[in-house]
């Protein structure tokens, strides 16, 4: 957790969390520093998260343009699974 920058204590993870759930997505690359990826959270009805998008690009091959298209498409992706989870 603190090797990928989420906080240095459950406390620090918790605010953390609560962070990307506000930013609605994630961006990292602590699984392969070759590849970025971006992820957002997957609702339940109930507000949990159960899941989540998360789109990977090579890291090399990735502008800010993209990134922040990436963020879009997972938002996007994400809340249209949510909704479909809903209904």
């Not at 090797?3 to 699984?31: P, T």
């Not at 091959?61 to 992706?77: N, Q, Y």
Request: hydrophobic letters at 45%; proline letters at 3%.
């Amino acid at each position: 957790v603190r090797a990928a920058g989420l906080g240095d204590n459950w406390a620090a993870f918790n605010e953390r969390m609560k962070q990307i759930r506000r930013d609605g997505y994630y961006i990292g690359s602590e699984i392969d520093p070759a590849l970025v990826g971006v992820a957002a959270p997957i609702f339940a009805e109930d507000g949990k998260v159960v899941g989540c998008l998360c789109l990977v690009h090579v890291k090399a091959k990735t502008t800010p343009e993209e990134i922040a298209r990436l963020v879009e498409l997972a938002k996007s992706g994400a809340a249209r699974i949510s909704a479909d989870l809903a209904a």
